[in-house]
């Protein structure tokens, strides 16, 4: 049974997490790594764990090892630290996405979206709004 200064404690650490993530994390870090595949077939975005970056996501997805080699494009994302996403952070994300895309000639197409833990939400908050606005990815 959890006592009142327990309970306010989880609380309290809930509200940091929580304020936490709705604050922008400056990082040196790059934002993004694109893998081409030489000859497409599909293209797999993934959003990394709460903590992670694109290294713990290669590490944790051993699947993703010479993938393109099978027609697979991956764009590992270092959009990281958050557990929900603005709507302006929706709109923000989508134009990145698409700048990502238009830039590397990469098209629009089987795009399968994903991610690690909380990094799993990010991509379904992001789908979610990919499809209601009608976004060419």
Do not use: W
């Not at 309970?7 to 809930?14: I, K, M, Q, R, T």
């Not at 304020?19 to 497409?40: F, G, V, W």
Request: hydrophobic share 40%; charged share 25%.
């Amino acid at each position: 049974m959890m006592n009142i200064q327990s309970g306010n404690n989880v609380l309290l650490a809930f509200f940091f997490l929580i304020h936490c993530s709705a604050n922008e994390i400056k990082s040196s870090e790059k934002l993004y790594e694109l893998r081409i595949a030489p000859k497409q077939k599909a293209v797999l975005i993934l959003f990394p764990c709460f903590s992670c970056n694109i290294q713990n996501s290669k590490k944790e997805a051993k699947f993703l090892r010479d993938i393109e080699n099978e027609g697979v494009t991956t764009l590992l994302l270092n959009y990281n630290m958050k557990l929900y996403l603005s709507e302006s952070e929706k709109k923000e994300y989508s134009k990145e996405l698409n700048l990502i895309f238009d830039d590397n000639k990469i098209a629009k197409e089987n795009i399968f979206i994903g991610g690690f833990s909380s990094g799993g939400n990010l991509a379904l908050l992001l789908s979610n709004h990919l499809i209601k606005t009608k976004n060419s990815l």
